[in-house]
């Protein structure tokens, strides 16, 4: 005698919407509405919506014995701890703390007073957020959002001038082709330069334009002048910063400068008329984009703007239109072949 695997009751279903809990517990959902059912009797009726009226039959579930906290969850749909932090609100605040918002309560200290208080110390001695978070055994994300909430701000790391050469020193914040710039007769030693402003934009005293900006990441000053015609080229303004992707290119500026290709490209393009982003800073992008693996302008578009242009020394980095006319600008001047010939001398 052969017994068939099928199914011997097909059609004995569980009607929709209803949940066993366990062989004397229901749950039954229908219209909006729920029905909470031990034993036949009902424990408790709601609607769907109401989260705090939810959570008591939860509990009443547990803290009566008529299922677990296992069950209750499965047949909720949660956790068992959030089963267990039902019960616990429920211990405390009656039926005020079942009515809390999902999530940590806004406005609560997930940290008590005293180790707020030993988080700024550790930090204002200068204590990174890594080994901040290993000493009161937490993570490091943690201790971000904490510093973030708390406002803090760090100091600007003060930096000494390094003397470069007999002659004179360089400022921190100056690429290295400086030298060429102190080395050069044209400059007199009673000019200034703007601090924070990357010396190979100014190789002569026509191209000493300083930025009228002071924030690096705020460049509203400079675009202004540039509309209003009284800016050839937008001068590189750095600021302090740290982790910035893709930097490493800076390290071939001073080969870059001293191969002439910006002093080239002046003699022979002159300058893209007023501008924000007039030929050097045309020109820079386009190297830049060479050692990123950049191919074609159109792949800016996977890339920051923002990091970009902090590399740039700019606010942003151009958009690939922009970059697009002025490429088509030098094109229509048909000076390429005298351009290259002028590098390779």
Known sequence: MTVSRDDLFPDARNPQGTFVINERCVLRAQDGHCVLLVSGIILAQYEATD??????????????????????????????????????RFEESGLAGLGQGRGYPRGRARLAKPRRQLVQRLKGKGYGQREIARRIGVSENAVRKLLRRLG??????????????AEGSAHPKL?????????SPSLSPAQSAHPKVSAFCSTSTERSLTSQDTDPTDRRADRLLARLGLLQDAPPLFGSATAIPRAGVLLALPVLVASGLFDCAQKIYGQL???????????????LMALWRIKRPEGLKEYSPQDLGRVLGLDRAPEVKTLRRKLARLAATGRAAQFGQALAQ
């Open 51 to 88: 989260r705090m009226a939810e959570a008591h039959a939860m509990v009443s579930l547990v803290e009566q014995g008529w299922a677990d906290q296992i069950e209750v969850a499965r047949a909720f749909n949660c956790a068992a701890r959030t089963v267990r932090r039902h019960q616990r």
């Open 175 to 183: 690429s290295g082709s400086a030298l060429a710039a102190l080395a």
């Open 273 to 287: 008329g007023p501008a924000f982003y007039g030929l050097r800073t045309s020109l820079l992008t386009l190297l």
């Open 152 to 165: 803090w701000k760090g100091a600007s790391p003060a930096q000494t001038e390094l003397p470069l050469c």
